[in-house]
């Protein structure tokens, strides 16, 4: 983080930090990307919009916000030899 000479954090502090700036080639490389890698239209959105507003990219993009992560469905238990 920078610092100016008295020590004190610079315009925009740790929570206003600037934006992202996409070029152009770099939004059609993301949007090729996209189309490749067959995101479904609630993922290209979610990285649409953040592009867009200028925010970075996010690690992981979960495949809708409804869906919740599920479970593993339980084996039965094995049956036993008579």
Do not use: D, I
């Not at 490389?29 to 189309?35: D, G, P, R, T, V």
């Not at 959105?45 to 339980?74: E, I, W």
């Amino acid at each position: 983080m920078a610092t100016s000479k008295n020590g004190r954090v610079q315009n925009g502090g740790f929570w206003n930090s600037q934006q992202a700036n996409y070029s152009p080639a770099t939004q059609q490389l993301l949007k090729n990307m996209m189309q490749e890698s067959k995101l479904n239209s609630f993922q290209q959105r979610q990285l649409n919009s953040r592009v867009s507003s200028g925010q970075s990219l996010p690690s992981t993009c979960h495949p809708t916000t409804s869906a919740k992560p599920r479970k593993p469905a339980a084996k039965p238990p094995p049956r036993l030899k008579s």
